[in-house]
């Protein structure tokens, strides 16, 4: 079984979450700019079904990328506009089209590089 690197593991998450119909996807590579986290991986969705779905096919694929959810101490609810999936040394970042304008992440880690996929 080949190693793979984090980021090869962070595009191909994005890949999965093009395939569940996730849009407007970004990759993006902050390991310089800060120490608890290399990738972020954002995508939009248009419902929390879709949204569910879409963390199910993650949590599926977990153990044959060689990642694992870091439980926190945060007990929020599912949310309609954001949910985060905490991989370590990877964030995924499923959000609503609303959620996305607003917080605009990408702005936000606009010194981060942005991976093609």
Same mark, same amino acid.
């Given at each position: 079984?080949?190693?793979?690197?984090?980021?090869?593991?962070?595009?191909?998450?994005?890949?999965?979450?093009?395939?569940?119909?996730?849009?407007?996807?970004?990759?993006?590579?902050?390991?310089?700019?800060?120490?608890?986290?290399?990738?972020?991986?954002?995508?939009?969705?248009?419902?929390?079904?879709?949204?569910?779905?879409?963390?199910?096919?993650? #949590?599926? $694929?977990?153990?044959?990328? %060689? @990642? !694992?959810?870091?439980?926190?101490?945060? /007990?929020?609810? =599912?949310?309609?506009?954001?949910?985060?999936?905490?991989?370590?040394?990877?964030?995924?970042?499923?959000?609503? #089209?609303? $959620?996305?304008?607003?917080? %605009? @992440? !990408?702005?936000?880690?606009?010194?981060? /590089?942005?991976? =093609?996929?």
């Amino acid at each position: 079984m080949e190693n793979k690197t984090t980021q090869e593991k962070a595009l191909e998450l994005a890949r999965l979450i093009q395939d569940g119909k996730g849009e407007d996807l970004a990759v993006i590579d902050i390991s310089e700019l800060n120490s608890w986290t290399d990738y972020f991986v954002i995508a939009t969705v248009s419902s929390s079904v879709q949204s569910q779905g879409i963390q199910k096919q993650i #949590k599926d $694929a977990l153990k044959g990328l %060689d @990642l !694992e959810v870091h439980k926190t101490n945060n /007990k929020q609810k =599912e949310s309609e506009d954001w949910n985060l999936i905490d991989l370590g040394n990877i964030v995924v970042h499923l959000m609503s #089209k609303e $959620a996305r304008e607003f917080y %605009d @992440l !990408e702005k936000l880690w606009h010194a981060g /590089k942005r991976l =093609e996929f």
